[in-house]
């Protein structure tokens, strides 16, 4: 059993459960941090993109949209991790499923890249 199994109380409810849930996406951001070189990457790269955001945005649906494609990007890396994590538990042998998936996760992550900069674009120059 892993450290979660072997955490997890069945039955929780309201604010316990809430408390617990946080606690283990904050678990999830610390592993990505840790080991997944594109997510470090990609929050260095909106931690100055994301004041600058709230700057340049002239209204509030600007400042969310520019946010927002940040923030899509760091959650579809997260997913695309998740889906490598669990292709890779399974196990080193080669399947053409299993690239399948790795491979559409990582387009997910380009898509969200490509739509975060044409909004950026957009916003900033049209």
Known sequence: ????????????????????????????????????????????????????????????????LLLGSLGLVLATELVNSAIEAAVDRHGPERHPLAGRAKDAGSAAVLVALVVATLTWLLLLVG
């Open 1 to 64: 059993m892993n450290e979660r199994e072997t955490t997890h109380k069945p039955g929780r409810t309201g604010l316990a459960r809430l408390w617990h849930a946080a606690g283990y996406s904050l678990a999830g951001l610390r592993a990505a941090w840790r080991h997944e070189a594109a997510f470090r990457q990609e929050v260095l790269l909106c931690l100055p993109l994301a004041p600058l955001g709230l700057w340049l945005g002239a209204s509030g649906v600007e400042r969310a």
